[in-house]
């Protein structure tokens, strides 16, 4: 399978980070750092965010992103946000299903599977985060987990869709904990996944699937994991609170 069919691509996933001062102050700094990107990137902000981080990108090669979307167009659902939402105000990317959504907040592989559906509908472009828990690698079910949660999120999904699915790997173990995947554990589930698509789909739509590893991916570790095969790029929480941090990794990934 050839690595070179697909384009790398870099997300930060902010979390619960920033407000709109820092938010702008962030991405004035970063912008000139990562402006000769050879790869996608997006920046998943909060929703309060959104409105700054389109405007302090305009004219820039970084795109904005949220962290969840609601499967519904609109309705009695506090607090929640519709993927139409997103579209309207010129959003194009979405991290759905994201370990901590499915930790905390009951987030299950239908409602992911959900959400997907109403983001590819409103034109959006998702970054869908899979993962085994500790106990589910000790327990030896990781590649199970992971066909599950992959197969349920992209039940519906059409193969021309797929061009706007990315899949990130997140071995829930290695998030926010300094706990990295080595480098031939991230690929090896990378690569699983990618069979996983392949039999759903064929072997060009697995070629073309961008598959990112994430986890406590940082500006040290990032060019060992992006030198894999299976390894399209980084969905990266701490490291893209700091600018050049993530430019590093930015930067190992355009290689
Ligand atoms: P981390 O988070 O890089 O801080 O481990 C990654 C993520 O949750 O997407």
Known sequence: ????????????????????????????????????????????????????????????NIKVGAQNCHWEASGAFTAE????????MGVPYVIIGHSERRQYFGETDVTVNKRVRAALDAGLTVILCVGELLEQREQGVTEEICAMQTRIALGGVGKEELARIIIAYEPVWAIGTGKTATAAQANEVNHFIRTVVEKLYGQSAADAMTIQYGGSMNAANAEELLDQADVDGGLIGGASLKAADFAAIIKAASR
Do not use: Q
């Not at 996608?40 to 700054?52: A, G, K, M, Q, S």
């Open 1 to 60: 399978m050839n690595k070179k069919l697909r384009k790398a691509c870099i997300a930060g996933n902010w979390k619960m980070n920033k407000n709109r001062a820092e938010a702008k102050a962030l991405i004035a700094e970063m912008t000139p750092l990562v402006k000769d990107a050879g790869c996608d990137v997006v920046i998943c902000v909060p929703y309060t965010n959104l409105e700054t981080a389109l405007e302090a990108t305009k004219g820039t």
């Open 81 to 88: 946000i519709s993927a139409g939402m997103l579209s309207e």
